[in-house]
């Protein structure tokens, strides 16, 4: 499983565009790029996962470049509620394993 | 659907103290995990289990044992809990490959607060 590294921390503002790089150089051929969020006191939610080229859905976009090396989340016009620790993680698509980073802890201020 | 559930929610032993935390999932899902998370710092994976009857060691799994002895549950066990097993403990589950996803959207339970004394 790729291993992965993100910034620890961001700070926003609402109604900012952010976007969260994620750099995993040992990325293996089978491996999916997935992003959880996650609350205090509460499991990690998926957000969003890809494989390479661009995915979008309701919540964000994921932009991943042709060497597969990095990987970006957009979260477009953020708010209060987005504050959140955000985790970029490689999947094993045999297992469904997946391997936890410490994640970036996005603070959007007022 | 309830989703994932875990019991209990909250839960203080002694120094080696036994326990079983209980997961249950409603999804029909062939996978299950169980993962420990510190404070500062991401979940780790202690074991999983890719189908009934089946379990598997994941990054730490000193100190655990679980079983799956149903398809919607499963259960990590603590034989002689040490103060380094306090942690919250999450439990997921995802549908299996095999199924045709391609994604690997696994769902979390709220989690067991564990506190060893």
């Known amino acids: 499983l790729a291993k992965t590294t993100q910034p620890i921390s961001m700070d926003s503002y609402e109604g900012q565009e952010v976007n969260i790089t994620c750099s995993h150089n040992?990325?293996?051929?089978?491996?999916?790029i997935t992003w959880y969020q996650q609350f205090p006191s509460q499991g990690p939610r998926f957000i969003i996962q890809?494989?390479?080229t661009k995915v979008t859905n309701e919540v964000a976009s994921l932009f991943i470049p042709a060497d597969r090396k990095s990987s970006t989340l957009s979260l477009p016009r953020v708010s209060l509620s987005d504050t959140a620790v955000y985790y970029c993680?490689?999947?094993?698509?045999?297992?469904?394993?997946?391997?936890f980073g410490q994640g970036t802890t996005l603070q959007v201020k007022p | 659907n309830a989703g994932v559930t875990q019991t209990p929610k909250f839960r203080v032993l002694k120094t080696g103290q036994s326990m079983t935390l209980l997961c249950a999932q409603d999804?029909?899902?062939?996978?299950m995990y169980w993962y420990r998370q510190d404070p500062g710092m991401g979940l780790r994976l202690i074991h999983y289990?890719?189908?009934?009857?089946?379990?598997a060691k994941g990054e730490v799994p000193d100190g655990y044992n679980v079983s799956r002895l149903k398809k919607q549950n499963f259960l990590l066990g603590l034989e002689s809990a040490a103060p380094s097993q306090t942690s919250v403990y999450f439990c997921?589950?995802?549908?299996?490959?095999?199924?045709?996803?391609?994604?690997?959207?696994?769902?979390f339970g709220p989690g067991t607060r564990l506190t060893v004394l």
């Open positions: 997921a589950s995802s549908p299996a490959r095999a199924s045709g996803r391609t994604d690997n959207e696994q769902f």
């Open positions: 040992n990325i293996a051929t089978n491996d999916y």
């Open positions: 890809g494989y390479k």
């Open positions: 993680l490689g999947f094993s698509g045999n297992t469904g394993k997946l391997i």
């Open positions: 999804m029909n899902h062939e996978y």
């Open positions: 289990s890719v189908g009934e009857g089946t379990t």
